[in-house]
């Protein structure tokens, strides 16, 4: 049983170009959160999805950052026209249909932007 | 907007001594979870508490929710080389979305 899936692990980017990080949730979860981690500090909340909702962006910068949960394939979180401060570890956690108690997260992507 | 503040941000002690690190939230929690991350890794879940007051142990780890649920603390005892890490606390607020507020996190550090 396959736990959360995150890929790529390492993205590097130059400033403008856009980043596509994916995240598959665990089996049977239909919930999605991203969080954004900046070295030496704690999760930030950045998005909640179920399959094609957005539950709450209220972490999500107004511009340049989206993020959708299709119906069949991986959440994505895309950042357009990258900057150096978006260079962070961005993690994707999922939990069941209910929503609440553990998430489970998974391995990051680690984003560089030069 | 609702925030969670942790102290301390760092702690080292020395083998076979305690540890202990505090949450507080600006605003009542309906629940609060405590996750632990390793240097390059990524968070993985301790536990969770619900009710006001409750106390949970795992083996060396005791954890607590404050009466007014809006603190919390962990406690380990007797420290080994293998509880290095990052321990963070992660609120859900009164809407129970299922979005969590994380502390800022206490690195532990312990020498053999």
């Known amino acids: 049983n396959a736990g959360v899936m995150q890929n790529p692990r390492h993205l590097v980017r130059r400033r403008g170009q856009e980043a596509r990080l994916r995240c598959s949730p665990m089996?049977?979860?239909?919930?999605v959160y991203w969080y954004r981690q900046l070295p030496e500090e704690g999760l930030k909340f950045m998005v909640y999805?179920?399959?094609?909702?957005?539950?709450?962006e209220s972490g999500m910068p107004k511009e340049r950052f989206s993020a959708e949960f299709p119906k069949e394939g991986p959440s994505i979180l895309r950042i357009q026209q990258v900057v150096r401060g978006d260079s962070a570890a961005y993690f994707c956690?999922?939990?069941?249909?209910?929503?609440?108690?553990?998430?489970?997260f998974g391995p990051g992507t680690r984003l560089t932007v030069l | 907007g609702q925030q969670v503040m942790q102290i301390p941000q760092y702690q080292h002690v020395q083998e076979g001594e305690d540890f202990t690190t505090y949450c507080n939230s600006s605003?009542?929690?309906?629940?609060i979870q405590w996750y632990k991350q390793r240097p390059g890794g990524h968070p993985v879940f301790l536990i969770q508490?619900?009710?006001?007051?409750e106390v949970k142990k795992q083996k060396r780890l005791t954890f607590q929710f404050g009466e007014a649920k809006k603190n919390s603390s962990l406690h380990i005892t007797a420290t080994q080389t293998t509880d290095v890490g990052t321990y963070f606390c992660?609120?859900?607020?009164?809407?129970?979305?299922?979005?969590?507020?994380f502390g800022q996190g206490t690195t532990l550090q312990v020498k053999p």
């Open positions: 992660a609120g859900s607020g009164s809407g129970n979305t299922g979005k969590l507020i």
């Open positions: 956690a999922s939990s069941p249909p209910s929503g609440l108690g553990e998430q489970f």
């Open positions: 089996k049977g979860h239909s919930h």
């Open positions: 605003t009542t929690l309906s629940n």
């Open positions: 508490l619900v009710k006001s007051g």
């Open positions: 999805l179920q399959k094609e909702n957005i539950i709450d």
